[in-house]
């Protein structure tokens, strides 16, 4: 069967719905979008006529303060939210479920057996924990952007997020994952670092702070360490994009070398601020 992308009013009513629901389930503040759907947000807020930007195929939104782990947090969401529901993982083995949102086409059919019908169109959720899943770290709520009032990554975590994702992709062993690295690369070259140039982007908060300099009292010091090793990594494969980092406030040490000293990272890091 030929998978057919949700359609941009497809991924808005499943935001919509993750929003409300786990800001009934979590709270207010204890959550943010990344990923595409975020990339997309970020986008249509610095270049709203840009066409090239790609369209989300699912959503992916972090949890900060849930105080579960991913299965109970799923279990929630669809008890709270019928539209939500869940299927056996494809990976030979696993005992996760992956979480789906059936989207609401007017007709409310439903199969003879109470669940959706396999022609029902339905829109992937991958639901994170902070500081647990793919060592992605916590934001606090004051930091956590709002853009058409949905709860977005701050855009230095979002491009540091993109770029841990292509280091992963790049060096898998399946297939259909290791393609995702080129996704990954046009998604920071095309669109995440040209949006990170956008002055109203850039001077996060009070203009006082730059989204770097932001990030840094947040981010933890181990995730800032891996993310200079990776710029250093990306532009070695794409020596072309050395500009580009050093146009939105990263002095790389060393762009050449794969591996940055202990001495030159922490150099780095009390550099993330704008000259």
Request: net charge positive; with cysteine.
């Given at each position: 069967m030929v998978f057919v992308p949700p359609s941009a009013s497809e991924i808005k009513q499943a935001a919509d719905d993750v929003v409300k629901t786990l800001r009934a389930i979590c709270g207010e503040g204890s959550f943010f979008f990344v990923g595409s759907f975020a990339c997309q947000l970020y986008g249509k807020f610095v270049a709203p006529y840009d066409r090239t930007m790609r369209s989300p195929n699912d959503l992916d939104v972090v949890v900060s303060t849930a105080g579960w782990n991913q299965e109970e947090l799923k279990r929630r969401m669809v008890a709270h939210n019928s539209s939500f529901f869940t299927v056996a993982a494809k990976t030979p083995g696993a005992t996760y479920r992956v979480l789906k949102y059936h989207c609401d086409d007017g007709t409310g059919l439903y199969s003879a057996y109470g669940r959706y019908s396999r022609?029902?169109?339905?829109?992937?959720?991958?639901?994170?924990?902070?500081?647990?899943?793919?060592?992605?770290?916590?934001?606090?709520?004051?930091?956590?952007?709002?853009?058409?009032?949905?709860?977005?990554?701050?855009?230095?975590?979002?491009?540091?997020?993109?770029?841990?994702?292509?280091?992963?992709?790049?060096?898998?062993?399946?297939?259909?994952?290791?393609?995702?690295?080129?996704?990954?690369?046009?998604?920071?070259?095309?669109?995440?670092?040209?949006?990170?140039?956008?002055?109203?982007?850039?001077?996060?908060?009070?203009?006082?702070?730059?989204?770097?300099?932001?990030?840094?009292?947040?981010?933890?010091?181990?995730?800032?360490?891996?993310?200079?090793?990776?710029?250093?990594?990306?532009?070695e494969q794409y020596p072309s994009q050395r500009e580009a980092w050093k146009s939105i406030g990263k002095t790389l040490p060393v762009l050449t070398r794969t591996r940055a000293s202990a001495d030159e990272i922490t150099r780095l890091i009390s550099r993330m601020a704008f000259d």
């Open positions: 022609y029902s169109r339905v829109v992937k959720v991958d639901v994170l924990i902070a500081n647990v899943t793919l060592d992605i770290p916590s934001v606090p709520a004051r930091r956590i952007r709002e853009i058409n009032g949905y709860p977005v990554s701050p855009l230095a975590l979002l491009i540091l997020l993109r770029l841990q994702a292509w280091d992963h992709h790049r060096v898998a062993i399946v297939r259909h994952l290791s393609e995702k690295a080129y996704v990954d690369y046009r998604d920071l070259t095309e669109h995440l670092l040209p949006f990170a140039k956008h002055h109203d982007v850039v001077r996060e908060w009070d203009g006082a702070l730059n989204m770097w300099a932001d990030a840094k009292v947040f981010l933890p010091e181990k995730f800032i360490r891996l993310c200079c090793q990776r710029m250093g990594q990306f532009c």
